[in-house]
């Protein structure tokens, strides 16, 4: 299995991102976590694509991306909560979405013994909305471009395709259990 592979060095790059993102929110240097957290949206944009231009797809990476995702998404979302550039409640959906996903597929796993990652559109599309939220809130606060009128309207774009995702995704591994054992009854 490869390892290293371009994809992969991108995934890792967000994963190494994540304690310098988290440093500049902390000490509320928005500039440089806008641009730390800027490039690690690049990164996340940038590993499938590559990945599947150059034919370099892995289980490894399928893994190991959207752990990157959610230790960046979750820190970055945290933080801007305490900050209170972004409320409680938001948080609390994103932390109960991924709880219910990260829980139905360690619940599919220890069911069935096996887990294959696959995220749906409306999973992919969910954090790419909070990827993006993120980005234009440290981009407000930052860079002071005017966005501040539509970012209620992106949070609760964000907020309802998040929540869909996590009620799509407990459909999904609902309907999979049944067929595992509608399988090892028969």
Known sequence: MAVWTIPNLFTFARLLLVPFVAWQLQAQQWVPAFWLFAIAAATDMLDGSLARLLNQRSEFGAWLDPIADKLMLLTALSLLTWTELLPLWFALLVLARDGVV???????RRLTGGLRVAPTW??????????????AVLAEVALHLGLSPWLPYLLWL?????????????????????????????
């Not at 409306?122 to 980005?135: D, N, Q, Y």
């Open 122 to 135: 409306l999973g992919k599309t969910a954090v790419m909305l909070e990827f993006v939220l993120i980005a």
């Open 102 to 108: 990260l829980s139905g597929a360690a619940a599919y």
């Open 158 to 186: 964000t907020a309802i395709v998040a929540a869909a995702s996590g009620l799509q995704y407990v459909w999904l591994w609902s309907g999979k259990t049944r067929s595992f054992l509608r399988a090892v009854r028969s």
